[in-house]
């Protein structure tokens, strides 16, 4: 079935660090794909997200694009702050439902 | 701005009890679902409801598990007979039509087993 696998965490950073998380999916024709937050006693919340092939996705300073050929949906900030230190699920949706990762938790520290 | 509310935050139950998890979904939405995080493990799909019916559910969504709109506002999630297996944090999410994409969640309610 469709499913996703995402980097292992948990990672640890310092501020202004770069900040990469890796995303791959299986699935059967073309997935929407998309990158969830939870900060600390909050719901998911959506980060970004691509619906087709080469898209970028893009919000609050984080990218994502959309590899058909290597089936990746890799997030990625170019200097992280305190304020980013949530857990990060990354999911794909087919037909009603989305399938998630098992999430990343990122820790920034000042 | 509207989000999805739950309650409780924590529940904690004996092993045979029965639970009612609450969500109400943002006032426009149409389409609902259930999700639950199994600790350590990943967020898994339970159901989708729309139309006062459902729509699509999981394997993992079996005879023990019900789903309901009692009302405009309510969407609740009921556990038969809980199992220790059944702990897990449970997130209500839901969508309208314009917004195909995304689903809005709520905070999610933990259930505890014993």
């Known amino acids: 079935g469709d499913s996703v696998t995402q980097m292992e965490g948990p990672v640890t950073l310092s501020e202004e660090a770069f900040l990469t998380i890796n995303c791959t999916y299986t699935?059967?024709?073309?997935?929407?794909l998309f990158w969830y937050v939870q900060y600390p006693g909050e719901g998911l919340q959506l980060l970004l997200k691509?619906?087709?092939?080469?898209d970028k996705g893009s919000n609050k300073g984080f990218e994502a694009t959309y590899r058909k050929e290597t089936t990746s949906f890799h997030l990625e900030k170019g200097s992280v702050q305190v304020s980013d230190s949530a857990v990060y699920f990354c999911?794909?949706?087919?037909?009603?439902?989305?399938?998630f990762g098992a999430g990343t938790t990122v820790t920034v520290r000042a | 701005e509207p989000e999805v509310t739950q309650t409780p935050s924590h529940q904690v139950t004996q092993m045979g009890q029965e639970v009612i998890l609450r969500c109400v979904p943002i006032?426009?939405?149409?389409?609902f679902y259930w999700y639950r995080q199994i600790l350590g493990q990943k967020v898994e799909f339970l159901v989708s409801?729309?139309?006062?019916?459902?729509?699509?559910k999981s394997e993992i969504f079996d005879d023990q598990f019900s789903v309901e709109r009692p009302d405009g506002s309510n969407f609740t999630l009921k556990i038969r007979s809980t199992k220790l297996e059944d702990s897990a944090m449970y997130f209500c999410?839901?969508?309208?039509?314009?917004?195909?994409?995304?689903?809005?969640f709520g905070p999610g309610t933990r259930l505890t087993v014993l």
């Open positions: 999410a839901s969508r309208d039509l314009d917004t195909y994409n995304e689903q809005f």
């Open positions: 699935a059967t024709g073309y997935p929407s």
């Open positions: 691509a619906t087709k092939a080469d």
């Open positions: 999911a794909l949706r087919t037909g009603y439902k989305l399938s």
């Open positions: 006032s426009n939405h149409l389409y």
């Open positions: 409801f729309y139309n006062n019916e459902i729509s699509e």
